[in-house]
């Protein structure tokens, strides 16, 4: 979950690094450095604990002495696995004879065999990190290569000898001052694309690293090592066989990187949600009127075959499959469970041909559902991903693919992904039905135009959310919020929930309403904010009668409610001292709109309580260990 960043062309490197770990800083900022080949063929470093501008601030104290002239260069910002977040732990690291520097993106799992063999033969280690293990095993390996003339092939060559000692999840950047000009990088269950420029090319953990210098891109495999150079690209496996990387086009700008004016990435992509939900249906129905995925190899007679789902994720995406639970098992009638990717390998679950698995993951690098999808193959189950990340690892792996094309999302804690991922699972349940031909094409046709009416129905509670802004920021000092629903809306629930705990750092659960008596309602006391997920009145009759019943139990208990119900539902004004209304929606799309002021309150309390909304401590983006 680290940033990395690296480049060789023909203009200073210094800079084009920095701006990249910029806007990398949201996947790691515990520490960050660089390493640069200046033009005289040196390598120089500088690296600082905390965040980027710690960096920033002693390259400019110290003049960048050394760096600024060099046109090749390596960078890094560091969520720690491996030693704390100090100076040394920092990357890049060195090898002892100060040849080689290496970055590191995710763990080493056989480091401490590889550290005490390493100090057998009387290297000594200056950090805690796992990843100097491979910036020493670089520079043996380089000294071993004699056969090898050109320089930056021999420094390919080594990368490849090291990789093929590793285990864990990587990906590994390095310079070597013998061979000015040439940036080396190597994958295995860990993101790295590389940018393909006029006389420059570039490797980063993510598109938004170079995207403001270059659009046309390249996906790299698994178990693949790439050499950059000004004058090109070449890719090969573990072994040295040439393999051909798949090139794309980024079909988003740099703009969509920056906060374009907002205070936070976040309230930039709160307000991009409608858009982003558009963007998601967008070419979803053929002329003929059959569903359409992104990539398909999987046959309708493989769909037909299904008779058991599991959908995994983590997080966010995980209450997105709570969500889809219910519309794929309405709208297709097979029985649908909802794991934990952490522990779905681990409990033996029973798949086979028959079953699908879909995927859950906005980076498409998230290691335990990465894991979870791996077990399923073993299992010869059907893999279905939902991502958002083009070329990245789960859908690479994957039988079928639906990317939801929402655009990147910087802010850690993550909203138009959750939104759109909810739309892609109502394409995936639609998709479902209409192969297995449980619903009629007009029936998956009145869906369709459903959810086509939901990005305006997002911006209607866009627009009207000064009173919950203003509602957050009285709420700021709670000690504890809880959050309450039923069907679709306990998930929602849990969801809001959430949001409050990664950016507000408070106290916070999401409970299905039905249980408050077997446990949770000791809970209440005066005072206490309880936010309340109203089903429709229209579509779940029963659900909204029994959740009234919800709220007046614990406003009897001194509870402050705040209710979230649909428009014209007057049954519950009477029990609400904040009442939030949306447009009215189906009862299984309803998430769409009820999860939006969840996602404004968390943000505007942590605000209020002075916290940086982009960046909730101790959090990363793309968690790509397990």
Not at 189 to 218: M, Q
Not at 309 to 327: D, E, P
Not at 472 to 494: C, E, M, N, T
Request: aromatic fraction near 4%; include cysteine; charge should be negative.
């Amino acid at each position: 979950m680290c940033g990395i960043v690296g480049y060789a062309g023909c203009r200073p490197a210094l800079n084009i690094v920095v701006d990249g770990l910029r806007r990398l800083e949201y996947r790691g900022y515990d520490s960050a450095g660089v390493a640069i080949v200046d033009g005289e063929g040196d390598l120089v470093t500088e690296k600082r604990a905390g965040k980027l501008a710690n960096l920033e601030k002693a390259l400019a104290e110290d003049g960048a002495t050394g760096l600024a002239a060099g046109m090749t260069g390596i960078g890094h910002t560091r969520w720690a696995t491996h030693g704390g977040p100090t100076d040394r732990n920092a990357h890049p690291h060195r090898s002892a004879d100060g040849r080689v520097a290496v970055i590191h993106n995710g763990i080493l799992e056989n480091f401490a065999r590889l550290r005490a063999e390493l100090e057998a033969e009387g290297v000594e280690f200056t950090s805690e990190t796992d990843t100097e293990c491979a910036a020493h095993l670089l520079a043996a390996e380089l000294g071993h290569l004699t056969e090898h003339t050109d320089p930056a092939e021999r420094l390919a060559e080594a990368m490849r000898r090291v990789c093929r000692r590793l285990e864990g999840a990587f990906t590994l950047l390095a310079v070597d001052n013998l061979a000015p000009g040439a940036v080396v990088g190597a994958r295995r269950n860990s993101p790295l694309v590389v940018g393909c420029g006029e006389g420059e090319n570039y490797l980063a953990s993510d598109v938004s690293a170079f995207i403001e210098h270059t659009r046309d891109a390249i996906e790299l495999g698994q178990d693949q090592v790439v050499l950059i150079t000004p004058e090109g690209v070449s890719v090969t496996d573990f072994h040295g066989t040439p393999v051909e990387g798949t090139r794309f086009h980024i079909d988003w700008d740099a703009s969509a990187a920056e906060k374009g004016g907002y205070d936070s990435f976040m309230a930039k992509e709160i307000d991009e949600q409608p858009q982003a939900v558009a963007d998601t249906l967008l070419g979803r129905h053929t002329e003929n009127g059959d569903l359409t995925l992104d990539e398909v190899r999987l046959t309708d007679q493989d769909l037909r075959d299904v008779d058991k789902v599991f959908i995994v994720a983590c997080g966010t995406s995980f209450h997105t499959g709570m969500v889809a639970k219910y519309a794929i098992e309405h709208w297709t009638r097979i029985p649908c469970e909802v794991e934990l990717a952490s522990e779905f390998r681990y409990r033996d679950p029973v798949l086979d041909r028959s079953t699908l698995v879909v995927a859950i993951s906005q980076s498409g690098e998230t290691m335990d559902t990465l894991m979870a999808l791996r077990h399923a193959k073993e299992q010869k189950a059907r893999v279905l991903a939902i991502c958002n990340t083009n070329g990245s690892t789960i859908p690479r792996e994957s039988d079928a693919v639906l990317y939801t094309h929402c655009g990147p999302e910087i802010a850690v804690a993550s909203t138009k992904a959750f939104l759109t991922q909810l739309v892609a699972c109502y394409l995936v349940g639609l998709h479902l039905a209409q192969v297995r031909g449980v619903m009629y094409a007009d029936e998956v046709g009145a869906v369709l135009a459903q959810l086509s009416e939901m990005p305006a129905k997002i911006q209607t509670v866009l627009d009207a959310m000064e009173p919950v802004r203003e509602l957050a920021r009285d709420l700021a000092d709670a000690k504890s919020v809880l959050f309450i629903g039923r069907h679709v809306g306990y998930p929602v629930a849990l969801e809001g929930a959430l949001k409050l705990k990664e950016l507000a750092y408070m106290h916070a659960e999401g409970f299905a309403a039905g249980e408050l008596k077997h446990g949770p309602i000791a809970l209440i006391d005066e005072g206490t904010p309880v936010v309340c997920v109203v089903p429709s009145a229209r579509g779940r009759g029963v659900l909204n009668d029994k959740i009234v019943s919800n709220i007046q139990e614990v406003r009897a208990r001194g509870a402050r409610t705040i209710v979230i119900a649909e428009e014209g539902d007057d049954a519950v004004a009477p029990y609400a001292d904040h009442l939030i209304y949306v447009p009215r929606t189906p009862t299984l799309l309803a998430p769409l709109v009820t999860t939006v002021p969840l996602q404004v309150m968390a943000g505007e309390i942590a605000t209020a309580r002075g916290n940086d909304v982009d960046q909730p401590r101790n959090l990363a983006k793309s968690v790509t260990v397990e």
